[in-house]
């Protein structure tokens, strides 16, 4: 089986690994458990017009590359995936596909042509008919790469003060749905000193440190799909507060040293004081064994089977 992946390339300083690294990580981990190749077309141009002006460039990849199907990731990718007549299409939704109104109305045309449909979370499926070629799998995590490490290793090597405390936002500060000014708000509410740290541009190498390093990530977005980087922490057993955004909850409900709160401030920093005065890490690596990336492509190896079977 050859698979074609189809996701944006839109960043000035542009690097899959870097700026979309679970696409990459779901993708190499399926093509080393079964025998599939695979390849990517990467879409540049901004807005709806931008993405179907790679079309003409999509046809061409395909007919060069003799794919037996395509994999998109987000819904302006899959709506100019299913433009082309040549090969079946999976489209991966991921959160801002649906959250973002802009992106909706596209997103939902993407789906009903796809001939299969992944959403990270059974969140985004809320107010939709199940279309009978639906499913819900989360990105999952490499379990190799993200491991517990000692935190005051992990410190030096990043040239953190090993005696402060330090809480990791998982995003650039200039990423709007990311709440930045929350964030701020709630540690500046603090009554202890608290660093507030950004987590932009780093490898994967980089990530894992840090989540190994810090006293705990806080995610204050608007709104999520199903956050990579929840689920990183949680196989680093690092403590997390968040938002109740995408399938956070579901994930976090009834881990020890992880807790949902609103988006009042001080009832968010009261929650943030407790992990930090308790300074104790989560045992939640042990209990979310489902999201190990070999699961994950186990899942989506079968829906790729049954687009292709149905295709023969």
Not at 278 to 300: C, L, M, Q, Y
Not at 304 to 311: A, F, H, I
């Amino acid at each position: 089986m050859k698979v074609l992946i189809v996701c944006s390339a839109n960043a000035s300083d542009f690097s899959l690994r870097l700026h979309q690294p679970y696409i990459v990580e779901q993708i190499e981990t399926i093509s080393r458990i079964y025998e599939i190749k695979y390849d990517y077309f990467l879409i540049k141009g901004r807005g709806i017009f931008g993405y179907i002006s790679n079309l003409i460039p999509l046809y061409r990849s395909l007919r060069k590359g003799d794919f037996d199907l395509i994999h998109a990731h987000y819904g302006l990718s899959g709506f100019l995936s299913i433009l082309q007549p040549f090969v079946p299409v999976v489209i991966t939704f991921h959160g801002s596909d649906f959250n973002l109104k802009k992106n909706r109305m596209f997103s939902l045309v993407a789906r009903r042509f796809a001939d299969a449909s992944i959403f990270v979370s059974k969140k985004m499926l809320c107010g939709l008919k199940n279309s009978g070629r639906d499913s819900v799998i989360p990105c999952g995590v490499d379990f190799e790469m993200f491991t517990p490490l000692d935190k005051l290793e992990c410190r030096a090597k990043l040239g953190l003060d090993p005696a402060k405390k330090f809480v990791l936002f998982p995003s650039s500060f200039s990423n709007g749905i990311k709440n930045y000014p929350f964030a701020r708000a709630v540690v500046d509410s603090l009554d202890c000193r608290v660093e507030l740290l950004e987590l932009k541009s780093r490898t994967r190498e980089e990530v894992n440190l840090f989540l190994n390093a810090v006293d705990l990530i806080i995610l204050t977005s608007f709104s999520e799909g199903s956050p990579q980087v929840v689920k990183e922490a949680m196989v680093c057993n690092c403590p997390i507060v968040s938002f109740d955004v995408g399938d956070v909850k579901e994930i976090i409900d009834g881990k020890k040293g992880c807790a949902i709160a609103s988006n009042d401030i001080i009832e968010f920093a009261d929650a943030v004081k407790d992990v930090l005065m308790t300074g104790a890490r989560t045992d939640s690596r042990t209990k979310i064994s489902n999201f190990d990336n070999k699961s994950i492509a186990n899942r989506v190896f079968n829906i790729y089977k049954e687009v292709v079977k149905d295709d023969l």
